[in-house]
T-cell receptor, first 114, second 110 residues
Framework: NAGVTQTPKFQVLKTGQSMTLQCAQD?????MYWYRQDPGMGLRLIYY???????DKGEVPNGYNVSRLNKREFSLRLESAAPSQTSVYFC?????????????FGQGTRLTVV | RKEVEQDPGPFNVPEGATVAFNCTYS??????FFWYRQDCRKEPKLLMS???SGNEDGRFTAQLNRASQYISLLIRDSKLSDSATYLC???????????FGDGTTLTVKP
């Protein structure tokens, strides 16, 4: 019953460093998402992938790239980290063709950029 | 204007109280609706789906009004453990996209 698995759970980066956040789901879902959540604020969509082979920008895509590697995996890359990217990052997946059609989340990655 | 708007609260209520949260959405093409619960520093978790006919799960009742583009969540007999942030979610399942409200914070006090 893994659901959505994110790695790493915590990360500290220096300004200008790069890193990739990994996400994998074992629910055979077509859609996958990356959100960020800043303290005291709601979730903001960075990128999403409606199905394998497609990706689309969300509300706050600048400074990020994504790869939908296969149906299971959707990674988020920060090419040159900035302090403004300090946040909690959540990956989620959903299956639009089957109830409950809701998104299920990973446990999050807490990223600090110094 | 945000696609999904919620009253941020906070709502501070005594145990046993009934509390209602509201949410409005702007995209009339939205097809699926949900309420999530998020505890501090944790991931959001699905609380319940919302259907046009209204649905109930124990002390929780959700309603959808498509004409007014409005969703509600009613919590009866509040428990201390209900303290959390409640997120309204609207999905366009054809586009494979879900949009979250900023959440309403509930604190239930003894």
């Amino acid at each position: 019953n893994a659901g959505v698995t994110q790695t790493p759970k915590f990360q500290v980066l220096k300004t200008g460093q790069s890193m990739t956040l990994q996400c994998a789901q074992d629910m055979n879902h077509n859609s996958m998402y990356w959100y960020r959540q800043d303290p005291g604020m709601g979730l903001r969509l960075i990128y999403y992938s409606a199905s394998e082979g497609t990706t689309d920008k969300g509300e706050v895509p600048n400074g990020y790239n994504v790869s939908r590697l296969n149906k299971r995996e959707f990674s988020l890359r920060l090419e040159s980290a900035a302090p403004s990217q300090t946040s909690v990052y959540f990956c989620a997946s959903s299956e639009p063709t089957q109830e409950p059609r809701a998104a299920f989340f990973g446990q999050g990655t807490r990223l600090t950029v110094v | 204007r945000k696609e999904v708007e919620q009253d941020p609260g906070p709502f501070n209520v005594p145990e046993g109280a009934t509390v209602a949260f509201n949410c409005t959405y702007s995209n009339s093409a939205s097809q699926s609706f949900f309420w999530y619960r998020q505890d501090c520093r944790k991931e959001p978790k699905l609380l319940m789906s919302v259907y046009s006919s209204g649905n109930e799960d124990g002390r929780f009742t959700a309603q959808l009004n498509r004409a007014s583009q409005y969703i509600s969540l009613l919590i009866r007999d509040s428990k201390l453990s209900d303290s959390a942030t409640y997120l309204c979610v609207v999905a366009n399942t054809n586009a494979g996209k879900s949009t979250f409200g900023d959440g309403t914070t509930l604190t239930v006090k003894p």
